[in-house]
């Protein structure tokens, strides 16, 4: 059986009913000056009660969150340390992912075209909207970031076309030579959280306690996660939109609405026929104030270009002749085949880094089908 337990109301009830016997008691048998006294103690109980209202309906509006928030020393310290830890994370995994050697991938990205972004007013404060950069360059993709008005961004693109890459790179510029004030920004896997079960917030701050536990530490306060995002002090970077079937899909962008003010900022990303079709739904919508960019498509050139600063600067006939086929011959197999960033990776890393000889892939695209 469920106990009752008073609210706030109920225990203001409690105490007028009891506190009005009690006075007439004393009142009646005890004399005046007893009731006074009597009258003193009771009214500490009622000062009590606004106290106890206010903790129980935080709890109530913001669950997940401590009602205790770290003071502004300890949230500066967390703040700081999760900056240092999330930076160090991506720097190793830019180094894994060989985002910066010999020479970056360039990836040209510009506003999308399609008809799912807000109006331009909502989402800058210029003349007109622009967002254009390569990713050669991404301190510029970072700046066309800091000038929109909410500094909410959605990166499109299909299957390989190196959205997460570049959400990746804009993090750890974004880290590396922040403004001050800025938030920290945090990537994350959309598809742990359930909008259904759990509020944005308060999986925000679930997931800073989970990935990063030097936060727990009482150096920082009771529930430095909570109060990091509370206070607006993370950006989240939320990775694959995508990966939701089609229904959650919509249902996500409408609970990021719901939940965001104009303190929030966010980076999403999402393969464009899947947000395309999120935007479209009957009770579909697009995120509110927030730009949406697309990658120019890789051209046989660019992967000659990419292939050549990847290998060394004398190598065999094999190497040549794919190279020089790659821009000679733009529609051949392997040359379509090499236009988006994750392929030219994947070649890299089977046939570069491994110093194999790509006369196989090179003899499989040449030949006919074999039937």
């Known amino acids: 059986m469920r106990r009752w337990r008073p609210t706030g109301g109920g225990l203001l009830l409690m105490l007028l009913v009891g506190s009005g016997a009690v006075l007439t008691y004393f ?111 991404i301190d510029e993709l970072v700046r066309e970031f800091r000038n929109l008005r909410y500094r909410r961004l959605v990166i499109l693109g299909e299957s390989g076309m190196g959205k997460t890459t570049l959400a990746v790179l804009m993090l750890r510029e974004l880290l590396e030579h922040p403004d001050p004030g800025e938030p920290v920004p945090v990537l994350l896997s959309l598809s742990s959280w359930d909008p259904a079960t759990e509020r944005l917030h308060a999986w925000l701050a679930r997931r800073l306690k989970e990935d990063y536990p030097a936060l727990r530490a009482t150096e920082f306060g009771s529930d430095a996660p909570g109060t990091l995002v509370a206070q607006r002090k993370i950006l989240p970077v939320l990775d694959g939109l995508d ?35 999120a935007v479209a739904a009957p009770d579909g919508d697009i995120l509110t104030g927030g730009a949406v960019i697309e990658p120019n498509a890789l051209t046989p050139s660019d992967a000659s270009g990419y292939l050549k600063h990847c290998l060394p600067p004398v190598v065999g006939d094999t190497w040549q002749n794919l190279i020089v086929d790659l821009t000679a011959n733009p529609d051949s197999a392997i040359a379509q085949t090499l236009t988006t960033p994750l392929a030219l990776w994947l070649f890299r890393k089977v046939y570069i880094d491994t110093r194999t000889d790509p006369s196989d892939l090179w003899n499989a695209f040449n030949s006919p089908l074999q039937i």
Do not use: K
């Open 27 to 137: 009142l009646r048998f005890r004399g005046l000056q007893d009731a006074a006294n009597v009258a003193a103690l009771i009214s500490l109980g009622f000062a009590a009660v606004p106290l106890l209202a206010s903790r129980r309906l935080w709890r109530q509006i913001s669950p997940g969150f401590s009602a205790v928030a770290s003071n502004p020393q300890q949230v500066t310290l967390a703040q700081q340390t999760l900056a240092a830890l999330i930076l160090a994370q991506w720097r190793s995994e830019a180094a894994v992912r060989q985002l910066d050697d010999p020479a970056p991938l360039a990836v040209r990205w510009r506003l999308t075209e399609l008809a799912v972004m807000d109006h331009p007013s909502h989402i800058t404060r210029l003349d007109r909207l622009r967002f254009d950069g390569c990713t050669d360059s």
């Open 243 to 277: 990966e939701f079937p089609e229904r959650v899909r919509t249902q996500v962008l409408i609970a990021l609405n719901a939940t965001m003010t104009t303190a929030d900022s966010m980076i999403l990303t999402c393969r464009t026929s899947a947000y395309q079709s």
